[in-house]
């Protein structure tokens, strides 16, 4: 799809079928490519680019394929940590009226939105259904809200972050149906972030539904739900 300049990674095209995507998903070689990249184009010294976002985490796919039109047409989503972007844009594809895919990566987001396009996801017009945001989650601005769902994976990978997670859940869903669906490994993906994510949400007033997904033979990591809502 794209061998890599000076300015943008090595991309490549792959299958979307399984999540609606039918047109496919832009995404780099692998981790190992992308940051090879970096190194090589000065990238890397100069922005401290995160590589994780490079694969389609078993998390992510996990939550992206449990999103129904049911509960996703049209709503205001917004997806955190969206990386590659899969969830944000199968909420889209079944219908989510809004989303915002947000990620400090912008590499990331320009392929998520690459995938958005090649899927015929509008984009450009005065009222886009998928837009993109460079930014730490803590760091989406109040005008974002209220939106009636946000989605995350493999976000809790630091204890210290969690409760800045909870916050902006807090902060940015409608306090009537509003909810936060965040999938994480059953073992965690770092010692305590979910339990400390958990804390924070019930400290700030939230209520919680933890369930494991599931096991897929095609996906053998274990891997648990955690819903979070406020009522006003």
């Known amino acids: 799809l794209h061998e890599g300049s000076r300015t943008l990674p090595p991309m490549i095209q792959i299958n979307g079928d399984s999540f609606g995507l039918t047109k496919g998903m832009v995404v780099p070689p692998s981790q190992e490519w ?68 947000v990620d400090r990566e912008p590499l990331a987001l320009h392929m998520a939105m690459s995938t958005a396009v090649l899927n015929d996801l509008d984009t450009t017009s005065a009222s886009p259904r998928v837009v993109a945001q460079a930014a730490d989650f803590a760091d989406v601005g109040d005008d974002v809200g209220p939106v009636d769902m946000i989605l995350g994976s493999d976000v809790l990978y630091d204890p210290s972050a969690a409760a800045d997670l909870a916050a902006v859940c807090a902060r940015l869903l409608r306090p ?53 809502r406020w009522s006003s």
């Open 34 to 101: 992308f940051w090879d990249w970096c190194v090589a184009t000065g990238y890397a010294e100069k922005y401290d680019p995160d590589p994780s976002f490079g694969r389609l985490w078993p998390t992510a796919q996990y939550l992206a394929r449990s999103l129904d039109a049911e509960t996703v047409a049209g709503k205001s989503v917004v997806e955190v940590g969206a990386g590659l972007g899969l969830c944000g844009l199968v909420a889209a594809k079944l219908g989510a009226a809004r989303v915002r895919l």
């Open 176 to 228: 009537t149906g509003g909810t936060a669906l965040v999938a994480d490994p059953k073992r965690g993906r770092a010692v305590g972030a979910r339990d400390a994510y958990c804390d924070a949400v019930r400290a700030l007033g939230g209520q919680l539904d933890v369930t494991p997904f599931p096991l897929r033979a095609d996906l053998p990591e274990e891997t648990i739900l955690v819903a979070a």
